[in-house]
C-alpha cells in the first residue's frame, strides 16, 4: 500500500512525502500512516490541519476522544498500534490537530497530487512499519507465527483461521472423503450451501415438517441415512446380516450405494428431466436486460442437468449432480444466473425455492420408495419400533451383571472404572492446543484468570514471550 502527503500553507518549501507499507492492506490504513508520517515532523505546540479524503479515518479519530472509549473498546479497533502511536506524537509534541474531509477525485489540487504521491510510494523499495517498543500507550500485541502483528480486532481476526481448521476437520472425516474432494476441487459454493443448509421454506420458524426437512439436509449431507451398512453396524442382533439393497436387489445398500445404484440413476432421471424445464424458465423470466445493453445474453447450460445426456453409469460420473443429492450447492448451477445477471438476492429467493422443490421430490419419489421396501420387509421378518427398544433394556441389564465380574478375561466388562478412563478437563493440569489457548489469551478477561494459565503446562508458558517494558503473545 502506497501513502503520501504534502505540505500545503508554504508550497515554495516544496515540502512532501510518499511511502510503502504492507500487511493488513486497506485504504484507511493507508491513510493513516499518511497522518502518521506527516504529524512526526510537525514543530513542538503546532496546530495542524490535515485534509484527508478517508471518512473512516476522521471518524475513528476523534471517537478515540470520546469518553465511550475505554481502553477495552480501544483494544478492539483497526491498527490500533497506528492510532496509540498518533495519540503518542500528538501528546509528546502537544499537537492541536483538526481533521477536515475533501472529496476524493473532484479535481482537488492537492487531493489530487497526494493520490499521485501514494501511487509512487507504492514503487518504493523501503517499507515502513511502527515498532510497538516505541509506542508507549500500547502495553501489548499479540504476534502470530512470530510473523506479523495482529493489529485488527482479536476476536473477529481469529474467526477466519478457526472456521478453516473447523471446516478441515469436518470435511476429513472419512466418511465425508466426497465432500472433501470437491471442496479442493473448488466445486462447492459454500456461500450458497450455508444459505440452503438455514432456508426455512415455511410460514413457521419451527414446525415437525421444517424440523424434518432439516434433518433430510444433514443426512444427506453427512452420509447419515439409515441405510441397512449402519443398521447392521447397529443392530446386527437384529437385521442378522441382510444387507441387500432394495432398490437394484445386487449390491450392499450404503449411503453412496443409493445414490449409485441403477435404479435410483433411473428415477433421478425423470426428476432432474421435470425440474431442468423449471430451472430453465427461472432464468429466462428473470434475465436483466438492462445489463447487457444492445448484446444477447448467452447463458451456459448447468451439468446438473447436461448429465443425464449420456448414459450415466454411476453417480461419481457427476460430480456436480452428486453435489446437489448431498445437499451441496456447486458453482455450476448458479453460473446459469450469473450469467444472466440477475442480482444475488433474487437468486437466492428463487434458486432456493427451486431447491426446496427438487429434494422435495427427490424425498417423495426416491428415498419413500426404499423406505417403503424397508417396512414391508420389517413386516415381514416381525421386526417392530419395541424389537429396537426392548433390544437396549436387555444390554443394559447385561452390562449390570457383567459389572461385578472384574477379571480382564471378561470381554462384556463394561465397569468404567476399570477402564482408568479420566476427564482431561476435571485435572489440575490442563494440556490446550495453540488455537484454544489462543481465544483464551486474546478474551477480553484473560487477566482476572492468572491461576488459571498457572495451571497450564509449563511447555505451553514458556512458548509465551515477555519484553521487559512491553508484554506480547507469540502464538
Known amino acids: 500500500m502506497g501513502f503520501g502527503w504534502i505540505l500545503t500553507n508554504d508550497i515554495n518549501l516544496d515540502l512532501k512525502f510518499s511511502g510503502k507499507t504492507v500487511e493488513w492492506a486497506s485504504s484507511t490504513r493507508a491513510e493513516i500512516f499518511a497522518i502518521l508520517t506527516c504529524l512526526i515532523i510537525c514543530p513542538p505546540n503546532s496546530h495542524v490541519t490535515i485534509f484527508t479524503d478517508s471518512q473512516c479515518a476522521i471518524d475513528t479519530y476523534y471517537s478515540l476522544q470520546h469518553y465511550k472509549m475505554t481502553p477495552r473498546r480501544l483494544q478492539k479497533l483497526n491498527n490500533v498500534l497506528l492510532w496509540q502511536a498518533i495519540k503518542w506524537i500528538i501528546q509528546s509534541l502537544n499537537l492541536t490537530i483538526k481533521l477536515n474531509k475533501v472529496q476524493a477525485h473532484s479535481g482537488n489540487t492537492y487531493n489530487d497530487i497526494a493520490d499521485t504521491l501514494a501511487k509512487a510510494g507504492c514503487e518504493q523499495p523501503d517499507i515502513i512499519s511502527i515498532s510497538p517498543v516505541g509506542v508507549k500507550p500500547q502495553k501489548g500485541y499479540i504476534k502470530f507465527n512470530e510473523e506479523f502483528i495482529i493489529d485488527r480486532n482479536i476476536r473477529k481476526t481469529l474467526k477466519k483461521p478457526i472456521n478453516f481448521r473447523n471446516i478441515e476437520r469436518q470435511i476429513s ?9 470437491f471442496t479442493l476441487e473448488h466445486r462447492i459454493n459454500w456461500e450458497y450451501t450455508q444459505y440452503w443448509m438455514s432456508f426455512n421454506p415455511f410460514h413457521k420458524a419451527t414446525s415437525q415438517t421444517y424440523s424434518k426437512h432439516v434433518s433430510w439436509r444433514m443426512k444427506c449431507s453427512n452420509y447419515a441415512l439409515p ?4 443398521l447392521n453396524r447397529n443392530y446386527p442382533d437384529i437385521l442378522k446380516g441382510f444387507d441387500t439393497c432394495f432398490l437394484c436387489s445386487n449390491s450392499t445398500e450404503t449411503n453412496e450405494h ?19 424445464s423449471i ?13 447487457f445493453k444492445n448484446e444477447i445474453p ?7 442437468f447436461t448429465c443425464f445426456n449420456s448414459n450415466i453409469s454411476t453417480i461419481f460420473d457427476a460430480p456436480d449432480l452428486h453435489c446437489i443429492l448431498i445437499n451441496m450447492i456447486p458453482f455450476s448451477i448458479i453460473k446459469p444466473f450469473q450469467d444472466a445477471k440477475i442480482s444475488k438476492k433474487e437468486i437466492k429467493k428463487s434458486l432456493l425455492t427451486f431447491l426446496f422443490d427438487l429434494h422435495k421430490d427427490i424425498y417423495e419419489l426416491l428415498w419413500k420408495v426404499r423406505t417403503s421396501k424397508w417396512k414391508q420387509y420389517k413386516l ?23 459389572n461385578f465380574d472384574i477379571s480382564h478375561n471378561n470381554p462384556l466388562n463394561d465397569n468404567i472404572l476399570n477402564i482408568g478412563y479420566s476427564n482431561p478437563f476435571m485435572t489440575s493440569t490442563r494440556n490446550l492446543d495453540d488455537s484454544v489457548l489462543w481465544i483464551y489469551l486474546t478474551s477480553s478477561n484473560f487477566r482476572h484468570n492468572l491461576p488459571w494459565i498457572n495451571s497450564l503446562y509449563l511447555t505451553i508458558i ?10 506480547y503473545y507469540n502464538i
Open 258 to 276: 443409493f445414490w449409485t445404484c441403477s435404479e435410483s440413476i433411473k428415477i433421478l432421471k425423470n426428476i432432474f428431466r421435470k425440474h431442468e
Open 298 to 304: 448467452t447463458i451456459t447450460e448447468s451439468p446438473v
Open 279 to 291: 430451472y430453465n424458465s427461472l432464468i429466462i423470466n428473470n434475465i436483466n436486460y438492462d445489463k
Open 462 to 471: 514458556d512458548s509465551i514471550q515477555f519484553d521487559t517494558n512491553l508484554f
Open 227 to 230: 441405510t441397512l451398512d449402519a
Open 173 to 181: 472425516h472419512r466418511s465425508l472423503h466426497i465432500i472433501k474432494t
Open 380 to 402: 415381514d421378518h416381525g421386526i417392530t419400533k419395541s424389537t429396537f427398544t426392548k433390544r437396549i433394556n436387555t444390554r443394559r441389564e447385561r452390562k449390570r451383571q457383567n
